[in-house]
């Protein structure tokens, strides 16, 4: 039977591997292109180093090919019949030091950290870094390149989420193609290991969802001390399983006070709890790998980092449509011949690319397996405010305390923590 109840606390250090995943990875060999980013940023590490290489790997570990390269830290796979993935949504390896740091996770502290960085994927946000974890593919392949894209099936810039034109709010009438490549559920399912995902009930039936956890059990909650109970439940003895838990609610907490406010360390405490409980109520057959990481981190972002240059007025007369993107990573359609000006507009604050420059340079997955039908999602201009700042426009949402998307290194780089049961 499972063993249930909160596992006993151990003075133990994890400090010293999220130090070392601060690290800035190396840059040779990563990205072939003609892209100059400043000294600040992390790009996604797609040769070994990313969550896409993390998901990769434990989907090969039951037989799903990839042709994405390994996941390059050691884990401790042989053996293992069963593989719990926890995701703390917005959990930056930043984050986790200072957390660490504080006293505020004993638990994770006692997880075996990577010895290495690894990063998030570009933009490093949940859109694009979840349902990378949920396919075991890049940005670039899946199509999920933001919360909001430019669609040409639907001419319009559509929230993926709320699946809407953002400007006039219709709703999209069919949104069957945005199911671009097939789930690693789906794959893991095909070959005889029992999926499942622990989730919230509120995501249970949209239209992500049924796609990106196609052939998964979905075990809905309602309050996260929930979920100790409902991931022992998916390990039976007789099958090989693969359990994805995910935690949103560090993200939410750090989007409306800030990651280095009080009620985000609050949250984080909590999780550290449950994660305890989670790994108490796991059956100690020793077959059974937990690993734990997070989609992106997230930066504070102070109000008056906020940046206005794209108005209404600028949106009608020198952009074709709204802006698309995030605001810490926004993609912008110019008008034929107002480039120079969004570019002189928006430089003071941001670097800027274009977009052709950052598919063909790998940023959103290497070039070899981008999808070119999903190139026109990322527009023409790209724009990647400096640290500190965030490119407000007419639809964006009411301005956040803590936001991610962008390549500094509280965005980019993530935990990677595992421990065998």
């Not at 953002?166 to 095909?190: E, I, K, M, N, W």
Request: proline share 10%.
């Amino acid at each position: 039977m499972p063993r249930t109840g909160r596992a006993p606390e151990r003075s133990c250090h994890a400090t010293d591997g999220a130090e070392r995943s601060l690290k800035v990875p190396s840059r040779r060999g990563q990205l072939s292109s003609p892209m100059h980013l400043p000294p600040h940023a992390i790009r996604p590490d797609y040769a070994g180093g990313s969550v896409l290489n993390l998901a990769a790997t434990l989907g090969s570990h039951f037989g799903v090919t990839t042709h994405h390269a390994p996941y390059r830290h050691p884990l401790p796979l042989d053996g293992a019949r069963h593989v719990v993935l926890i995701v703390v949504d917005a959990l930056g390896a930043g984050q986790l030091r200072d957390a660490v740091t504080r006293g505020d996770a004993p638990t994770l502290a006692c997880l075996t950290p990577a010895p290495g960085p690894v990063t998030s994927v570009f933009p490093s946000t949940t859109m694009a870094a979840l349902t990378t974890l949920h396919t075991a593919r890049a940005p670039a392949e899946h199509g999920y390149l933001g919360l909001t894209v430019w669609l040409d099936e639907a001419q319009a810039v559509v929230n993926l989420i709320r699946l809407y034109d953002v400007y006039t709010h219709t709703p999209l009438a069919d949104a069957g193609f945005l199911a671009a490549v097939p789930s690693l559920y789906r794959q893991l399912h095909d070959r005889g290991v029992a999926a499942h995902v622990v989730m919230p009930a509120a995501y249970q039936h949209s239209v992500l969802t049924r796609w990106a956890c196609d052939g998964a059990e979905y075990h809905p909650y309602a309050q996260p001390e929930e979920t100790p109970t409902l991931t022992a439940a998916t390990l039976q003895p007789g099958q090989p399983s693969y359990t994805l838990v995910y935690f949103p609610e560090y993200d939410l907490i750090c989007h409306g006070y800030g990651p280095d406010s009080p009620e985000a360390h609050a949250e984080l405490r909590r999780t550290d709890r449950i994660v305890a409980d989670l790994l108490a109520a796991l059956p100690r057959t020793g077959d059974t790998l937990v690993v734990l990481t997070a989609d992106h981190g997230q930066s504070p972002q102070p109000p008056d980092g906020y940046v206005d240059t794209i108005t209404k007025k600028v949106m009608k007369t020198a952009l074709r449509g709204p802006v698309a993107g995030e605001e810490r990573a926004a993609y912008l359609r110019p008008q034929t011949g107002h480039h120079a000006e969004i570019a002189a507009l928006l430089a003071p604050h941001a670097t800027l690319l274009t977009a052709d420059d950052a598919w063909t340079g790998g940023l959103f997955g290497p070039p070899a397996h981008a999808d070119p039908r999903l190139r026109p999602r990322v527009g023409d201009l790209i724009a990647v405010p400096h640290p500190g700042h965030a490119i407000r426009r007419p639809t964006s949402p009411a301005p956040m305390l803590g936001l991610h998307g962008g390549w500094t290194a509280e965005e980019m780089l993530v935990p990677v923590l595992s421990v065998r049961v």
